[in-house]
Nanobody, 126 residues
Framework: QVQLQASGGGLVQPGGSLRLSCAVS????????IGWFREAPGKEREAVAC????????YYPDFVKGRFTISSDKSKNSVYLQMDNLRPEDTAVYYC???????????????????WGHGTQVTVSS
């Protein structure tokens, strides 16, 4: 059974940092594309970071470049999202996801993931 469980969210002040984790089961991080997506109130789902696990090529949209970093630990079958310099507009439910049919990080961040997990709430407020 494929599962992706995000954790590590919480309340943080503007300019603060959070590190999200995703426990992966049902597949290994040696071929698929993996990524992080978010859904804010009143807004559609958007990608924030994606990674090709076969060659470590990543993709970030402009609004997170220089602030967010995606990484993986293949020995632990886990994915991480380091978020620095958080802004109120980063408030959202964050999800980890994967595309088992493609290895391109760019493709995953511009499409619907084939595997979807439960999210973790991130709130940025003073």
């Amino acid at each position: 059974q494929v599962q992706l469980q995000a954790s590590g969210g919480g309340l943080v002040q503007p300019g603060g940092s959070l590190r999200l984790s995703c426990a992966v089961s049902g597949f290994t991080l040696d071929r698929p594309a993996i990524g992080w997506f978010r859904e804010a109130p009143g807004k559609e789902r958007e990608a924030v970071a994606c990674l090709s696990t076969n060659n470590d090529i990543w993709y970030y949209p402009d609004f997170v470049k220089g602030r967010f970093t995606i990484s993986s630990d293949k020995s632990k079958n886990s994915v991480y999202l380091q978020m620095d310099n958080l802004r109120p507009e980063d408030t959202a439910v964050y999800y980890c996801a994967a595309d088992l049919g493609h290895s391109s990080s760019y493709y995953l961040c511009h499409s619907r993931p084939s595997e979807w997990g439960h999210g973790t709430q991130v709130t940025v407020s003073s």
